[in-house]
């Protein structure tokens, strides 16, 4: 029966498995994308290509 | 193979990403010009700088239209020259060595940061924009005296500097 179910569960994946979603991971990864493009950002182009004396050769 | 469109939506934004961090790299090399410590000086002997014709007299000299490549020894524990002159709005190639141990010369604040091995020369040309006074040290531990190394590299108008040269010669 458990078995039965469990297969009757994997026949439905194709139409399942776009209806898994997690919307919170997304969030998450979203804003972990936005803070590291910030971070890249500050780092590169306020904080190293900013300071003084850059290094030209 | 089924791939789920959010697992999509990251795997190209980590794309994404990857292009960003290498374009902003080729931007930096393209753009601002931004470069490496070069590697082409020859070796020179560090035991000898005192008969070397660029470190017996460490000093700042014009090599051309508005560059001046400035001869830097560094040793236990200091620089020399001290403080480094040098005019404002420039191209400055400074070139370090040692005639001891390894040190660092890192003007501090500043992207100018390299290593000085003896029998080397360090070479790094940096562009300088107005007049100021930066710091420099040391950042390789080089002995007991280490954390008293530093010197000065000033920035400073174009008279000022030719007064301190023609101030040099005279004296």
Request: no cysteine; charged share 5%; hydrophobic share 60%.
């Given at each position: 029966m458990g078995q039965n179910q469990a297969a009757h569960a994997s026949s439905d994946d194709v139409s399942g498995e776009e209806e898994f979603d997690p919307i919170g991971t997304l969030t998450l990864i979203g804003i972990y994308f936005v803070i590291l493009l910030l971070a890249w950002v500050y780092i590169y182009y306020i904080e190293f290509l900013g300071r003084d004396l850059?290094?030209?050769g | 193979m089924h791939i789920h469109a959010y697992e999509k939506l990251w795997l190209a934004a980590s794309i994404l990403l990857i292009l960003l961090l290498?374009?902003?790299?080729?931007?930096?090399?393209?753009?601002?010009g931004v470069a490496m410590v070069s590697d082409s000086e020859?070796?020179?002997?560090?035991q000898g700088l005192d008969e070397d014709e660029r470190f017996s007299e460490p000093r700042v000299e014009q090599v051309g239209d508005n560059e001046y490549?400035?001869?830097?020894?560094a040793y236990q524990f200091g620089f020399t020259p001290d403080p480094?002159?040098?005019p404002e709005n420039s191209t400055v190639t400074f070139y370090v060595t040692s005639r001891d141990v390894i040190h660092g010369f890192e003007v501090v604040g500043t992207n100018a940061n390299t290593m000085v091995v003896p029998g080397e020369v360090s070479e790094i040309t940096v562009e300088v924009d107005g007049s100021k006074e930066y710091?420099?040290?040391c950042n390789e531990y080089c002995g007991a005296g280490h954390h008293v190394m530093e010197g000065n590299v000033n920035v400073v108008s174009q008279e000022e500097f030719e007064n301190r040269n023609s101030g040099g010669d005279d004296a």
């Open positions: 850059v290094v030209v | 290498i374009g902003s790299v080729t931007y930096g090399a393209v753009g601002p020859q070796p020179i002997d560090a490549a400035a001869y830097v020894v480094i002159v040098v710091g420099l040290i």
